[in-house]
């Protein structure tokens, strides 16, 4: 073999390597499985959970069975509904710690984000109240229902004034059906940086609604003033009706649109989890419909439902305040799997089979 030959070869084997480092480091750096968060996920539970005394074990940990409990979430302050669980100005600072660890194993950076951004605009809202309120962030509650596992359905609640972060989990499977974000203020400015709370989602839903035609937006505008969420705490029927014009209606570019305006509500949640849920959306846009209230320019006062088997989206502004879009109501269920419903049946119609 000539020496060239050989040298040529040992190029090729040193590219050949370099590659399969390449390889592996990218396998190294892909996302997590489901299973791989939901580990996570229990493991940030055990400990925070390792961090209470019994008395408080007692008032955090409810039966997975207790529909009273799980059904225990509102858009309103804690002094009009009183939420159960932990209270988060009650923890001392390692078990918030112990609380911010696991909302960061369940959701994604945008997501603790905007739980932070809510606290930080409800104790915004306490400082700048001219009489004694129930707001603030120390009145933000933590709970259980079930113990974390793997294999078992679970779930953890985390909410106060305008938030609540419902996680159920079965198995490897995770869902945020049902969330309610927002908040109030909007807009403010906290310790010296200005705050604009779900503004990529609101800005999309604007770009969404600006890409219709004259005719599409005649389908689409269903009323001439903002409207109420209808899906919120309380509500007993989660079902998707057919308002305003149906997706299957829309262009290619506007289902990348509704895509993207979507995916924002649902990347709170972990982007494993959020991925599987993306999917099963997308599957559904030929069942789906979306409607609007209100005026179509930019920053004006308009709501938006997202309506179809996996999914109800609603982003609605509030008059309390003065300034409704400073005020948002912004609720997130899954018809067909909420409170993680769909999960749980399909997993004992399998045990049916066996």
């Known amino acids: 073999m000539s020496k060239k030959c050989s040298a040529s070869i040992a190029v090729l084997l040193i590219v050949s390597l370099v590659c399969s480092v390449q390889a592996q480091t990218a396998a190294e750096k892909a996302a997590p499985t489901a299973a791989g968060v939901v580990k996570k996920t229990v493991d940030a539970a055990n ?67 905007q739980v932070v951004d809510n606290m930080n605009g409800d104790e915004y809202l306490k400082q700048n109240s001219r009489r004694q309120t129930s707001f603030g962030s120390d009145e933000y509650f933590i709970s259980f229902l079930g113990e974390p596992s ?22 490897d499977q995770m869902t945020m059906s049902p969330s309610l974000t927002g908040g109030q203020p909007i807009d403010f400015e906290w310790e010296g940086k200005q705050v604009r709370q779900v503004a990529e989602e609101e800005d999309a839903a604007y770009a969404f609604i600006a890409s219709f035609s004259d005719e599409q937006k005649k389908k689409a505008v269903v009323g001439d003033r ?26 290619e570019k506007q289902h990348g ?52 088997p996996s999914i109800v989206m609603e982003y609605s502004p509030q008059r309390l305040g003065g300034v409704p879009m400073n005020h948002i109501h912004a609720m997130y269920r899954d018809p067909s799997n909420d409170y993680g419903s769909g999960f749980i049946e399909a997993r004992r119609n399998a045990a049916k089979e066996k």
Not at 276 to 285: G, H, Q
């Open 226 to 251: 903002y409207g109420d969420i209808k899906f919120g705490p309380g509500a007993k029927k989660i079902e998707a009706v057919a308002e305003g014009i149906a997706v299957s209606e829309l262009t």
């Open 150 to 171: 793997t294999t078992s359905g679970w779930m953890f609640q985390f909410g106060g004034h305008h938030l609540a972060i419902n996680v159920t989990v079965v198995g």
């Open 47 to 113: 400990a925070f959970l390792e961090s209470v005394d019994q008395k408080q074990y007692e008032q955090v940990m409810y039966s997975f069975t207790d529909d009273k409990q799980r059904e225990n979430w509102s858009n309103l302050p804690v002094g009009n509904v009183p939420r159960g669980g932990l209270r988060w100005g009650d923890l001392k600072d390692n078990q918030k710690e112990a609380v911010m660890a696991l909302l960061k194993a369940a959701l994604s950076e945008n997501g603790v984000q």
């Open 257 to 308: 649109l509704l895509k993207e305006l979507i995916g924002y509500r649902i990347g709170v949640l972990n982007p494993t989890h959020a991925k599987i849920e993306m999917e099963k959306i997308v599957a559904d846009f030929p069942n789906m419909w979306f409607s609007w209230r209100g005026p179509t320019d930019a920053g004006a006062d308009a709501s938006f439902r997202i309506q179809g």
